[in-house]
């Protein structure tokens, strides 16, 4: 209980010296929060990206992008069992050819994990 305090007070120490840094202004105005700051930029770009009609279509299509680029964006595509099966279907012919060479790695597997070659 006594290290999460003290982990508490370091952090704060550091989010303070960082506002320090970042937020001195011009005059003697004092240190700027620098949260108080980034929620007003994104006030601002909003109220600009919400008066023109093509940045609100590019924002949308970032939003698409992101989507795309999730690695399990596949994995909740649900692909029917008919569709399975006509990929399996398909690949009928080459099944047995990689079902051999594959049987040929696992004979050949001890010459290759031998200490000559590694």
Known sequence: MAAGAVELRRLQWRLEELEQRVGLGGGGCGPRKVADELVKVQVALNNI?????????????????IKYL???????????????????????QAIPARAALLEQVKTLQPILDSTSIQ
Do not use: C, S, T
């Open 70 to 92: 999730d690695p399990q964006y596949i994995d909740r595509m649900a692909v029917p069992d008919a569709m399975k099966l006509q990929f399996i279907l398909a690949e009928e």
């Open 49 to 65: 990206a919400g008066k023109r009609e093509r940045i609100k279509i590019l924002f949308k299509k970032i939003e698409d992008v």
